[in-house]
């Protein structure tokens, strides 16, 4: 596994993913494994609050300290010239 999704650091902290899987009652451990290149899936996190709140708190703890734990996929967000778009009303 080359790189590691930020989710990882919460599946490490629950004792890694055989564990974690047991917890959740996942017979496929496998799939908490992929979870640590992946990230925990949504639906998983909107399924189990307390495993969301962990999620959330440890992102937010990153960004206090100035990591990145979701790198921006779409690059830098583009300079306002001001000339955005119209107000419509």
């Known amino acids: 596994m080359d790189t590691l999704h930020p989710d990882s650091l919460v599946i490490e902290r629950l004792g890694g993913p055989v564990k974690l899987a047991r ?26 609050p307390w495993l969301r709140r962990m999620v959330m ?10 990591q990145e734990m979701v790198p921006d996929v779409f690059g830098p967000a583009p300079a306002n010239d ?3 778009v119209a107000d419509a009303a």
Not at 57 to 66: L, S, Y
């Open 23 to 48: 917890r959740l009652g996942i017979s496929n451990r496998q799939r908490v494994q992929n979870w640590k290149a992946r990230g925990i899936p949504a639906d998983v996190l909107l399924a189990i």
């Open 82 to 84: 001001g000339q955005g």
């Open 57 to 66: 708190q440890a992102r937010a703890d990153a960004e206090r300290v100035g």
